[in-house]
């Protein structure tokens, strides 16, 4: 059984950067796709960013392009999601999640989920 376990959030000011990482274990560290999630209070869950493992695509929501990274480290078991230039509206617990086979990578019917990480952006 896979097991996802994110971490690296925190409390940082508007502008700022943090590291959020995803760490992989149960399985072989193969899937159809990986990817960063986020809910923010009193809304729905919404695609941040995924890594397609056969091409190397990444693909983000357009209120982050520019500013997130989503990548792997195959010798850690790792996906992690780089945010850069944080602003308030990026306040949100995030998500990983694991997609063991074709799908819409933007939708929210993956396979595996990690507990989620709060991040919070001061103004």
């Known amino acids: 059984q896979v097991h996802l376990v994110e971490s690296g959030g925190g409390l940082v000011q508007a502008g700022g950067s943090l590291r959020l990482s995803c760490t992989v274990s149960g399985r072989a560290f193969s899937f159809y796709a990986m990817g960063w999630f986020r809910q923010a209070p009193g809304k729905e869950r919404e695609f941040v960013a995924a890594?397609?493992?056969?091409?190397?695509?990444?693909y983000y929501v357009d209120s982050v392009k520019g500013r997130f990274t989503i990548s792997r480290d195959m010798f850690k078991n790792t996906v992690y999601l780089q945010m850069n230039s944080l602003n308030p509206e990026d306040t949100a617990v995030y998500y990983c999640a694991a997609r063991n086979y074709y799908g819409n990578y933007d939708a929210l019917n993956y396979d595996s989920w990690g507990q989620g990480t709060q991040v919070t952006v001061s103004s």
């Open positions: 890594f397609l493992w056969s091409t190397s695509r990444t």
